[in-house]
Structure formats: structure tokens, C-alpha cells
């Protein structure tokens, strides 16, 4: 099993310009979630899906948007990209209910200049 | 408003010392508490913690947590340069009765940088 894999692994954007983080997983997991993380702020939710076909939203969603069409992919999409949304972006998968871990991909990091 | 706190937010040791990483929390309706271990990439799962006053354990790291505290401490003995790194603590609070979306609360996480 490859686990979570994220599709790229390096983006530099300029202000404005679009793009779409892909997070795949071979984990037959219900639950994904992305993340961002700055330095010193440790991870904060953007969005989740608990399931194909629905998503929420998390803790920092403004300017991102979401998709998750298919059960082992979850999209996340930046219509215009701002400075601020530099980061690097982690995407997570679970088991549904009860409490179990959730599995990290190895991370995006986007440059937006 | 739910918070994770972890301390300190940096550590230096040598190889050899035992080290003590604290997390406190305040979220309603608490379900576990998590450890993770950030070397460059992805955060590795480490320990859950669901019940008071049980030690996880596993290898030279070890996990209790304290119910009545809102807190948890991570150990490491004998500690290698291998395990530098940022060392991350995430609560799971239920959203709703008797269900849970498994969202977790982070804390800033500790970084540990141990010199040979």
C-alpha cells in the first residue's frame, strides 16, 4: 500500500493564479482532511470530507475550496492565489468513526509570489 | 474556544538525557489524545490516549495521560539524535453526541534537538 500520496510535492504560484492539490489514498478510509502548516502554528484544518460526495469546513477555509468525488481522492483548490497562503499542506485519511489515528501524506509546499 | 498547549516550545538536550514533553488541552466533550512525531515530511503516529492513568509505551518513549489534569507528557529516555525532531500533541473532541468527525486540534508542537 502506497498509504496518502500527494500530487505535487513543490509549487511556486504567482498572485492570482490558480491550482489544485491532489491527496489520494489506497486505505479504504471514509474520513480525509487537509491541512496547512506555518511556523509556529502547527497544523490547522482547512477542510474535511467525511465521506464521497460531502465535504466541510474546517478551522482556516477562506480562499479554498474543495472536492471529493471519488472515495480514495480529495481535492484542494486555490482559485486565486494569495502571499498568505504560502504553506506547506498536509493531507490526512481515517478510519470512520470511533478514534483512530489519522495518516499523513508527505506534504505540498507552495511558494505564492 | 478549544486549545491544545504544548511545552516548552523548544528543547535542547545531549544524547543520554531523559526528556519530558507536556501537553495540556480544553475542549469540550474529549475522546483522545494524540502524539506525532515530525522529522522533515509528514507526522508519524505515535501513542493514543483515551483513558486516565494508563502508560502507552514503546521503546524508549512512553505516554500518560491525566483525565482530571486536561493534560499528558511524553517521555524519552536515553535520548538519540535520531529522535530530533518536532514532536506534535493533537486532541480529538466529539462535534456532536455520541459521534465524532475525528477532527483534531493541534498544539504548536516541541521541537527536540538532541547533540551527540
Redesign the interface.
Known amino acids: 500500500n502506497a498509504g496518502?500520496t500527494q500530487t505535487p510535492k513543490f509549487r511556486v504560484l504567482k498572485t492570482g493564479q490558480s491550482m489544485t492539490l491532489l491527496c489520494a489514498q489506497d486505505m479504504n478510509h471514509e474520513?480525509m482532511?487537509w491541512y496547512r502548516q506555518d511556523p509556529?502554528?502547527?497544523?490547522?484544518?482547512i477542510h474535511?470530507s467525511?465521506g464521497e460526495g460531502t465535504t466541510?469546513k474546517?478551522e482556516v477555509p477562506d480562499g479554498y475550496n474543495v472536492s471529493r468525488l471519488k472515495k480514495q481522492n480529495f481535492l484542494l483548490g486555490l482559485e486565486s492565489a494569495a502571499p498568505s497562503q504560502t504553506s506547506v499542506y498536509?493531507c490526512a485519511s481515517?478510519r470512520q468513526?470511533?478514534?483512530?489515528?489519522?495518516?499523513?501524506?508527505?506534504?505540498t509546499r507552495l511558494t505564492v509570489t | 474556544e478549544d486549545k491544545v498547549v504544548q511545552s516548552p516550545l523548544s528543547l535542547v538536550v545531549h544524547e543520554g538525557d531523559t526528556v519530558t514533553l507536556n501537553c495540556s488541552y480544553e475542549v469540550t466533550n474529549f475522546r483522545s489524545l494524540l502524539w506525532y512525531k515530525q522529522e522533515k515530511k509528514a507526522p508519524t503516529f505515535l501513542f493514543m490516549l483515551t483513558s486516565s492513568g494508563i502508560e502507552k509505551k514503546s521503546g524508549r518513549l512512553s505516554s500518560i495521560l491525566d483525565k482530571k489534569e486536561l493534560s499528558s507528557i511524553l517521555n524519552i529516555t536515553a535520548t538519540q539524535t535520531g529522535d530530533s525532531a518536532i514532536y506534535l500533541c493533537a486532541v480529538e473532541a466529539s462535534q456532536n453526541y455520541g459521534g465524532s468527525q475525528g477532527n483534531l486540534i493541534f498544539g504548536k508542537g516541541t521541537k527536540l534537538s538532541v547533540k551527540p
Open positions: 496518502v474520513y482532511y509556529g502554528m502547527g497544523l490547522r484544518l474535511y467525511v466541510a474546517g498536509f481515517r468513526a470511533k478514534s483512530y489515528e489519522q495518516y499523513f501524506g508527505p506534504g
